[in-house]
């Protein structure tokens, strides 16, 4: 069975960089796609993008310009990196497999992440 | 990208059927045989229900089923049951390799 766990700080001050890692286990990272996804407090959900094990990258268009995503096939890991954070990039952050490039049917239990100024 | 549009709540009695619908456009959802559907429960992860329109990953009930017309997407959720009550998402694969959500409907059970 797949986990994900997602770490990383909970605080972040406005304009800096929003850094979170997410642990895979009881898999391989390698051969599948992984993705960031977020939700603002009572708000819908927003995909971030995709990355492939390779490194190849999918950003969605509207962070596109402040989003850098990277993965450690060694450590089994995958990160997010969003710069330039103001408050609306508080939100709880999930990691998840996208299945077959297009669903999402492992999920990490999430992280909350205050961006304060 | 424009988010997929769905209804901010619907409900129903138990037993009863209800249907969510989620609209799209010919570059997502009438593009493509890959949406999906996600049930959220309050303060935890979403889970998926519906993949590929109409399959259920193992383990899901099948209660929920997924269909398809034109740009909508549609989940019925039959034989109503009090833990049905949560958040449900649609999602699609879209024609720039991205993803797509809906803004959420929110299932009530009377």
């Known amino acids: 069975q797949v986990q994900l766990q997602e770490s990383g700080p909970g605080l972040v001050k406005s304009s800096e960089t929003l850094s979170l890692t997410c642990t895979v286990s009881?898999?391989?990272?390698?051969?599948?796609?992984w993705s960031w996804i977020r939700q603002p407090p009572g708000k819908g959900l927003e995909w971030i993008g995709n990355?492939?094990?390779?490194?190849?990258?999918n950003y969605n268009p509207a962070l596109k310009s402040r989003v850098t995503m990277s993965v450690d096939t060694s450590k089994n890991q995958f990160s997010l990196s969003l710069n330039s954070v103001t408050a609306a990039d508080t939100a709880v952050y999930y990691c998840a497999r996208l299945g077959r490039g297009r669903l999402l049917d492992y999920w990490g239990q999430g992280t909350l992440v205050t961006v304060s100024s | 990208q424009s988010a997929l549009t769905q209804p901010a709540s619907v409900s129903g009695s138990p037993g009863q059927s209800i249907t969510i619908s989620c609209t799209g456009t010919?570059?997502?959802?009438?593009?493509?045989?890959?949406v999906s559907w996600y049930q959220q429960h309050p303060g935890k992860a979403p889970k998926l229900m519906i993949y590929d329109v109409s399959d259920r990953p193992s383990g899901v009930s099948n209660r929920f089923s997924g269909a398809k017309s034109d740009n909508t997407a549609s989940l019925t959720i039959s034989g109503l049951q009090a833990e049905d009550e949560a958040d449900y998402f649609c999602s699609s694969y879209t024609s720039s390799s991205t993803l797509v959500f809906g803004g959420g409907t929110k299932l009530t059970v009377l």
């Open positions: 010919s570059g997502d959802i009438g593009g493509y045989n890959y």
């Open positions: 009881g898999g391989s990272i390698s051969g599948n796609y």
């Open positions: 990355i492939y094990y390779s490194g190849s990258t």
